[in-house]
């Protein structure tokens, strides 16, 4: 009997029940100062079931897929939704489920499997290789990390989704230590994630950027220290997306809106009432939730708790029109919300994340840009992030800058620093990037909920230009 | 689950070939999670979880996977099989490691705790009752945690330990709020009604009108939680031997001897006052503990097996070479002259979301978070609205160390990603005569 007939065989009597299959493998690959590392995987096998009756609601985890065991969690959940009855944020019985039918899948051209992994240890081996040779380098690392992960959703009222996901994070860093000061640069971060096969590996670059990055950390050794002062910032995409990521992606999820996370990731200033008129950045700010993309890192067909993902703007023009929040948060908060109600695994349930956030690209060229900068940084590559629980006063730091002097760059600055208020900040976006500039990244490893999970978001940016920020460097 | 765990380690062990070795190691939990929004259920559930850790070596080779069971014995003797014939293959592809280490002396030992967790209605009435009229958001983590390791050599360890942790804070509006927490074996419901007793007194101090405060360098005193965050973002990275040697930590300059701290501070990797296992994934028993800074100075590393066999040390530490059981020596200053000699100043109860600014010179930015509360002539008058810092651990813990509390609190990790963290601090509260605030 295969899993969908015996979850159906164990359903209960209850208004609502769901099971929620996740199948996840993972490969990391890590090859560090031409040693490979031992090779690790994992494989991750269980389900979720949820109930919602008389109000209440529940959920059991188990990886024991037998009846039996589905028996169990089915029971356990009851009891959960029977304990919760009369004592939840909301009545969840009046909240109607979908019951989806349908299916994804990752589009795919070299599938990981079919290249040996004796092939891919040796180009992590030989990009390693390539970016060595100088004595001021301390450490290389080169890795990728994949991860093929597949659902199948099943609901009482005959809802059926299955989807299958491959996730590739291709990483490259090199760090180089003089005159007691220790220096990395990297492949984006951890910003090239993509969905796809092995070909994501070359799309990032990751077997031509090194003697690029090695360049540039060596020439950062030497580098003064970015100047202090408030000036003209030119962001290039994987700085962008982490600006994006951390002050428009979660102040607009709906759960911390409506206080869900307020013991723990934090809430919001962005309130229900702002939706359809708060003008949360300059004209120049479009941000879509586009799960159509099919490269980006979080693209899917269907949230986890069954809704139809479909692409939104969530700010036009600079005005906020909607929020990050699935079916449930929606039903709560009174506000459109996007099909973003995701887990982390069988393990967890599913709570409001951003997906694929992007910003959309504009018009102008990075020569156009750096032309109208009389004073300002241009800075590469997000490597510090911290902003407070209301999502408002933020800093991030950059492996690379360049000083902008008179429309022109000029020499290398070392730890690019910036802060401000993103409830500000958005409103002095003075310029965005057009195609040219467009990048598709992401975030493997955002953290938020009680119980803790991780998730992967994805967010596609051009560079952009913003005006009069708070600009400081290292000591 | 432990003679389920050891009985399946010793069937792969009998079918392994000649030279190879087996490591595995258990993680299981089966946990009650209930949040609250406003001190109603937003989401409330078991988990049932196990993960075996396999690690095939075969002399200079090792490689490493991580399978999910399930509890039926066959079931997971299979999904192991297989796990290891994977293993097996990718043993004949990889190159040869030099740094593979794994104790290859027998240490066997074992440790359970009973069982004397509430049963969940317990917790939620006792909220229910304690938290009306309150606007209480938390969660609770309730439940068994179980670590096991064992190998083909013989060795076999196992904890066991049924805890819960109720985290909590109570808002008064937007982010006025106060930070509280319970963990321990047994639940108490009185102990339970006293922690919220002093939690809903400091809330009454977030009533009144908050204070906002420029930019600027105020004396601070940091309590327990906020020295929690401060010490474990600044660990990042900043004990382990390969850090060092690869000029990568953030205390270089202390371990090269550049900078010292305040000759008060002491941080010890604490393994016999924690609640992370004895032992870890090659099979080392963990030292009771590691002295890391003393009076000031860096003294020893935390050493993986790897580090040990490149850089020629005695093990010490887990592979990621991170403290999980940090504990900072208390100092002189008793808790309720705390305000006396705080003076005017910033009474700051947890701080949040930190990073570096400048990982050479060991700066990190942050925010405040919950209760911070404006002190005048130690008096505390008013909170204060959330503020960013940007400071030096050279200074926090050196320079501008005015002193330390004489009873450090005990504090549980309250992460639970992938599952219930076993990390914990014992910190006490500092005094700080400058902390910098930036916006």
């Known amino acids: 009997m295969d899993l969908e007939a015996r979850f159906r065989e164990v359903l209960p009597d209850v208004e609502f029940c769901s099971l929620r299959l996740e199948n996840e493998a993972q490969e990391f690959l890590y090859v560090r100062d031409d040693i490979v590392l031992p090779v690790r995987s994992s494989s991750d096998v269980g389900a979720m079931i949820t109930v919602v009756d008389g109000g209440g609601v529940g959920y059991a985890a188990t990886a024991d897929l037998t009846s039996g065991g589905l028996a169990k969690a089915v029971d356990r959940a009851r009891t959960w939704a029977a304990s919760s009855r009369g004592r939840t944020v909301t009545d969840f019985s009046k909240i109607v489920m979908p019951h989806p039918k349908g299916n994804y899948t990752t589009p795919v051209r070299t599938p990981w499997a079919s290249v040996p992994l004796s092939d891919k240890i040796s180009l992590l081996r030989e990009e390693c290789a390539r970016v060595g040779g100088d004595p001021r380098i301390v450490q290389r690392d080169v890795s990728i990390s994949y991860v093929h992960r597949e659902t199948l959703y099943l609901t009482n009222d005959g809802g059926r989704v299955e989807q299958s996901f491959d996730h590739i994070v291709p990483s490259i860093a090199v760090t180089a230590h003089a005159d007691g000061q220790t220096l990395s640069r990297s492949l984006g971060g951890r910003g090239y994630c993509r969905q796809g096969g092995y070909e994501v590996v070359s799309e990032c670059g990751l077997d031509t950027i090194g003697p690029e990055l090695r360049d540039e950390v060596l020439e950062l050794l030497s580098a003064p220290d970015c100047p202090t002062g408030n000036m003209d910032v030119v962001l290039d995409p994987d700085q962008v997306i982490l600006q994006v990521h951390e002050s428009i992606g979660h102040p607009l999820e709906l759960d911390r809106i409506l206080g869900d996370e307020r013991n723990y990731a934090g809430r919001s200033f962005v309130t229900p009432d702002m939706f359809g008129s708060y003008r949360y950045g300059s004209d120049l700010l479009n941000i879509t939730y586009d799960p159509t993309r099919t490269e980006e890192f979080a693209s899917y067909g269907f949230d986890d708790e069954g809704l139809t993902a479909t692409r939104e703007f969530l700010i036009r023009n600079g005005i906020l029109e909607r929020a990050l929040g699935g079916h449930i948060s929606q039903q709560r908060a009174g506000v459109p919300g996007v099909a973003c109600s995701r887990a982390n695994g069988w393990t967890r349930p599913p709570i409001d994340r951003m997906a694929n956030v992007n910003l959309e690209p504009g018009d102008a060229t990075l020569g156009e840009m750096i032309a109208r900068v009389e004073d300002g940084v241009y800075m590469k590559t997000n490597t510090s992030w911290s902003i407070d629980d209301s999502r408002n006063k933020f800093q991030f730091g950059c492996e690379w800058g360049r000083r902008i002097e008179n429309g022109k760059l000029t020499h290398l600055v070392r730890k690019p620093n910036y802060r401000g208020i993103s409830a500000t900040f958005w409103r002095s976006l003075a310029a965005v990037g057009n195609e040219s500039t467009f990048m598709v990244l992401g975030t493997p490893n955002c953290g938020k909920g009680e119980p803790s999970q991780t998730a992967r978001a994805g967010h596609a940016a051009p560079t952009c230009l913003f005006t009069n920020v708070d600009v400081f460097g290292g000591e | ?439």
Request: hydrophobic fraction near 35%; charge should be negative; glycine fraction near 8%.
């Open chain 2, 1 to 439: 689950m432990k003679e389920q765990f050891f009985d399946l380690v010793d069937r792969r062990s009998k079918e392994l070939q000649k030279d190879e070795v087996l490591l595995a190691n258990l993680d299981q939990e089966t946990s009650d999670f209930v949040r609250w929004n406003g001190g109603r259920i937003r989401q409330c559930g078991t988990v049932d979880q196990a993960y075996m850790n396999l690690n095939l070596i075969r002399g200079d080779r090792s490689c490493a996977t991580i399978v999910s069971i399930t509890g039926d014995v066959e079931a997971d003797d299979a999904r192991c099989r297989a796990a290891i014939d994977t293993l097996r293959e990718r043993l004949g592809v990889v190159p040869a490691d030099p740094f593979v280490l794994y104790s290859e002396e027998v240490h066997s030992t074992d440790r359970s705790d009973e069982n004397r967790l509430p049963d969940p209605d317990t917790v939620l009435r006792d909220v229910e009752e304690t938290a009306a009229g309150l606007d209480f958001v938390g969660s609770l983590a309730c439940g068994p945690m179980r670590f096991g390791f064992a190998n083909s050599l013989g060795q076999r360890n196992w904890e066991e330990r049924h805890s819960f942790l109720l985290d909590w804070s109570l808002f008064h509006v937007e982010d006025r709020a106060v930070k509280a927490s319970y963990s321990g074996f047994e639940w108490d419901s009185a102990r339970f009604r006293q922690i919220m007793e002093s939690t809903r007194a400091q809330l009454e101090i977030m009533k009144r009108e908050p204070r906002t405060v420029a930019p600027g360098k105020y004396r601070v005193y940091l309590a327990p939680a906020a020295v929690q965050e401060f010490l474990d973002t600044m660990s990042w990275g900043a004990f382990g031997l390969r850090a060092h040697r690869t000029k990568q930590s953030n205390l270089l300059r202390l371990s090269e001897g550049e900078l010292s701290l305040d000759p008060r501070v002491t941080l010890r990797e604490n393994t016999r006052g924690g609640i992370a296992p004895g032992f870890q994934s090659e099979g080392y028993l963990r030292p009771d503990e590691v002295v890391l800074v003393e009076d000031g100075k860096f003294r020893d590393p935390l050493v993986s097996p790897r580090s040990s066999k490149e850089f020629g040390a005695a093990v010490n530490a887990g592979a990621w070479e991170s403290p999980i059981s940090l504990d900072l020596a208390p100092g002189g200053l008793a808790p309720s002259d705390v305000l006396r000699e705080l003076g005017t100043g910033l009474y700051v109860n947890n701080l949040w979301y930190m990073n570096f600014s400048d990982r050479t010179a060991c700066r990190m930015t942050g925010m405040t978070r919950f209760a911070t509360f404006w002190v005048e002539d130690g008096e505390i008058v008013a909170p204060v609205k959330v503020m960013r810092f940007d400071e030096s651990a050279y200074r926090v813990l050196g320079s501008e160390l005015q002193d330390l509390t004489s009873e450090p609190e005990f504090l549980v990790v309250s992460d639970t990603y992938g599952g219930r963290s076993s990390g914990s601090h014992r910190v006490p509260g500092i005094l700080l005569r400058n902390f910098e605030f930036t916006l």
